[in-house]
């Protein structure tokens, strides 16, 4: 039997090259080597929208972006978190055998508190939890995350060990799914992770001229002044970009580069044009999936019935187990 896959994504507005290269790329090639499960985690986005009309929006407007980069309904179970209620269910019951120090120890939380974060909620607070929820209803084999994101895993891990040996045999012991080829891409800034809060993002689905505008705004070598000057390609961020999206053409790149007879603004010019040309179907499916809004309610929903399926499955287990 194929292994399972579970992922879920974050609806927070325009997704950008980060998002893509870190996650959303990632996600559409496992299709073709595993059984996914990827949910739109809108119960997550809880702890920081407080907006009805903006969260609906952006949950939709993710589902579209997904659809539109290649996730396939007939491969792929995608769907909205907030439609599987069995999820919260068994986050009340794993939450009663999860050590309050467990929790304390979260990046998230820790993060928080040393940022002096006014008035934390309890949500933040058992955040873990409810990833772990996410993970082990669905009795996942595998969850690609970040290097950042590790924890997560393993906190899911701990909760189902504990469960198990107290209650008897239930969850699968969740592995992360670590992609060692993809490393943190920095923002246009080049020295913050490409980020919506350091405003130094390239969005992968915007007009062409603020595409271009985005790229072509991107800090490369601060030693290059001229167009002449020998360059340090292992400084540059639009270099490293080069290596994910022109990696045939990279070490010719790279020597023109360092004899000074690459240009950093040509370089971003063809930078610019590989990632749009990559993106050019992506970007035209988005636009007709846009005026059928019917077909992306449609795919959710029918994630969402095999989704819970599985969950209920699982849920159902656990209260045995339990007495409940």
């Not at 906190?155 to 060692?180: H, M």
């Not at 002449?228 to 020597?255: M, S, Y």
């Not at 449609?298 to 095999?306: F, I």
Request: proline residues 4%; charged residues 30%.
């Amino acid at each position: 039997m194929q292994k399972r896959v579970l992922s879920g994504m974050q609806p927070s507005g325009k997704p950008h090259l980060g998002n893509y290269l870190g996650a959303m790329k990632p996600h559409i090639e496992l299709q073709n080597e595993f059984e996914c499960f990827y949910f739109i985690a809108n119960y997550h986005a809880l702890t920081t929208v407080r907006d009805q009309k903006k969260l609906a929006e952006m949950t939709q407007e993710l589902a579209i972006d997904y659809l539109a980069l290649g996730i396939d309904p007939k491969k792929t179970v995608f769907f909205k978190q907030s439609d599987i209620p069995e999820v919260t269910e068994l986050t009340w019951i794993l939450s009663t055998i999860t050590p309050f120090g467990l929790l304390e120890r979260a990046h998230a939380w820790k993060d928080a508190i040393a940022k002096g974060k006014k008035n934390p909620t309890a949500g933040l607070f058992i955040y873990p939890v409810l990833m772990a929820s996410d993970i082990l209803a669905y009795q996942s084999d595998l969850v690609p995350v970040g290097k950042d994101q590790k924890q997560h895993i393993e906190i899911a891990r701990d909760i189902a060990l504990t469960f198990n040996s107290t209650y008897g045999e239930t969850f699968k012991l969740p592995q992360d799914l670590i992609d060692k080829n993809v490393e943190t891409i920095l923002g246009t800034d080049g020295v913050h992770k490409m980020s919506k809060s350091y405003g130094n993002t390239v969005d992968i689905f915007a007009d062409e001229a603020e595409f271009s505008k985005q790229v072509m705004s991107m800090v490369t070598d601060p030693a290059r002044i001229k167009r002449t000057d020998i360059g340090h390609p292992e400084i540059c961020n639009v270099f490293a970009l080069q290596k994910i999206f022109n990696l045939p053409k990279i070490k010719e790149i790279e020597r023109k580069c360092r004899e000074g007879k690459l240009g950093c603004v040509e370089n971003k010019k063809f930078l610019c044009e590989t990632i749009f040309t990559e993106l050019k179907n992506a970007r035209e499916k988005r636009i007709e999936l846009r005026k059928n809004l019917d077909y992306i309610d449609k795919v959710l929903n029918t994630g969402a019935k095999k989704a819970r399926k599985v969950a209920t499955e699982t849920l159902d287990r656990v209260k045995r187990h339990t007495g409940l």
